[in-house]
């Protein structure tokens, strides 16, 4: 047990979502329980996790999350361990929603993506199809996020549009897409920021620089691509070039990248596969599952073509994780580690109040608020 690692969790407390202030204790190693010595509680180690109040061991929890992260199928796991169908899947909408929080507070950080490529899935459901687009980061093969939607319109692709923005640093970045034209005026619109000068009324949106289009646009005859078309959208064919050879390499303008991270969530996600029995009950339920197989490729998974080749005898090729690519973490997380993460709150915000504030609020809001007080 290591309080330096965990944050206070109660929403009351100014020392809340922040770690490493010496605030925190153990209360109880039998217990497994740390105490906030600001607001003076006690809360477990698991709490804020995915194994919170969990009335099966962690271990077996993490064994089935595991199988299902990799493709197998839940009838499967019930035939084979005796669960109930439901607790499977309160399990599979648990960890959906862990590994949400996840990505969002580790991968949605400002970063130097270079090219992003995104796409989008058919999703066969119960009485029609959803669609499920995604997007990922290719120097790194990070995924970025996904979204899900009944219908394949604008407000689904500005809806990943905007994850990528999070996810992006102000700088050069090519976007690469099919056919779709909604991509364009999506991206158009998102990579704007707001320039503000002092004066009323609403500011004026400046657009991002260097923020480049191409789109690969594939025409079928039964089922079998017979021609690819590659366009430009926004930039010179230069600058398209000089970015697309800094994030993959020598090749063409392509999706590849995303094609090939599309047949992994098709190969671990059984509505998703083609041709198949299964389908998807709920649109909710497809989100779950998405963000499980993503977050465990991202964090749990080493990656073939990221290998690090190591000088010295032998050679020796240490595997990497995207997420390790990317920067974000400095080895390779098992699923236990991604479910036993503890994502921070949000720091404490002083609250409202007419009059002047009394001594003991102006010093916790110099204590605990600093600058973002």
């Known amino acids: 047990m290591d309080p330096t690692t965990v944050c206070c969790p109660n929403w009351t407390c100014p020392a809340r979502g922040q770690r490493g202030q010496g605030t925190l204790g153990i209360h109880s190693r039998k217990d497994k329980r740390f105490l906030c010595t600001q607001c003076h509680k006690t809360f477990t180690a698991t709490k804020g996790t995915a194994l919170y109040r969990l009335r099966v061991a962690a271990d077996t929890v993490t064994l089935v999350l595991t199988l299902l992260a990799h493709g197998c199928p839940p009838q499967a796991i019930v035939a084979a361990f005796g669960f109930d169908e439901r607790t499977v899947a309160s399990w599979i909408a648990r960890a959906g929603r862990h590994g949400q929080a996840v990505q969002a507070h ?9 090219q992003v490529q995104a796409d989008e899935l058919r999703v066969k459901k119960q009485g029609g199809i959803v669609w499920m687009a995604l997007a990922m980061m290719v120097k790194t093969r990070l995924w970025l996020g996904g979204e899900v939607s009944e219908q394949r319109d604008m407000a689904l692709i500005r809806q990943l549009i905007e994850r990528v923005k999070r996810c992006a640093a102000c700088g050069p970045l090519l ?162 580690d991604l479910l036993s993460y503890h994502v921070p709150p949000p720091r404490w915000i002083p609250p409202k109040q007419r009059g002047r504030p009394s001594h003991a609020l102006k010093h916790l809001i110099e204590r605990w608020c600093g600058d973002h007080g």
Request: charged residues 25%; proline residues 6%; aromatic residues 6%.
């Open 175 to 336: 976007v690469c897409t099919d056919g779709l034209v909604s991509y364009i005026r999506a991206i158009r619109e998102t990579f704007r920021d707001p320039v503000h000068t002092g004066k009323g009324g609403r500011p004026r949106l400046c657009p991002w620089r260097n923020v480049l289009v191409a789109q690969v646009v594939k025409r079928y005859e039964r089922r079998r691509v017979v021609a690819t078309e590659r366009r430009i959208i926004e930039g010179t064919p230069a600058r398209v070039e000089t970015l697309r050879r800094r994030s993959q390499g020598d090749g063409v303008i392509n999706t590849a990248y995303i094609e090939r991270l599309n047949a992994t969530f098709r190969e671990r996600l059984a509505p998703l596969a083609r041709r198949s029995r299964a389908l998807a009950r709920r649109t909710l339920t497809l989100q779950h599952g998405m963000y499980l197989i993503g977050t465990v490729y991202n964090f749990c998974t080493p990656h073939a073509s990221l290998g690090l080749v190591t000088p010295g005898a032998g050679r020796r090729c240490v595997p990497q994780t995207p997420a390790m690519a990317a920067g974000i973490t400095d080895c390779c997380w098992s699923v236990q």
């Open 106 to 114: 580790l991968v949605e950080q400002p970063r130097d993506l270079g």
